[in-house]
């Protein structure tokens, strides 16, 4: 591969991530909603960068399990009870976000 199309594949990954944080920040997205969207951003990342998916679990799963964490469970209905549940922003890689974690309870 030349260095021309590994730069076009990394800017078109850019994008695709930048616009899938856009929407979990800004994109008034369910829980299961913002999941799904980063479900859909991985498999497209992957039709990119097939050779540098370990990468891209390292790090952008944190950064949108942040996102989520940050701006799209406060939007949830108040009330909802999701401290139990284990919220992953890629399901099928190992790294998921657990509540407790996150709030320093585990």
Not at 27 to 49: F, H, K, P
Not at 73 to 78: M, N
Request: aromatic share 6%.
């Amino acid at each position: 591969m030349t260095l021309e199309e590994e730069e076009r594949r990394l800017r078109e990954l850019k994008k695709l991530v930048d616009e899938t944080a856009e929407r979990l920040m800004y994109g008034n997205l369910s829980l299961a909603e913002a999941i799904r969207l980063t479900i859909e951003t991985r498999e497209r990342a992957e039709r990119i960068i097939p050779d540098m998916m370990d990468k891209y679990d390292l790090i952008y799963e944190s950064r949108f399990q942040r996102l989520i964490w940050q701006f799209v469970i406060p939007r949830e209905k108040e009330g909802e009870d999701v401290s139990g549940e284990e919220i992953r922003a890629c399901p099928g890689h190992d790294g998921g976000l657990h509540p407790e974690q996150e709030r320093g309870d585990g």
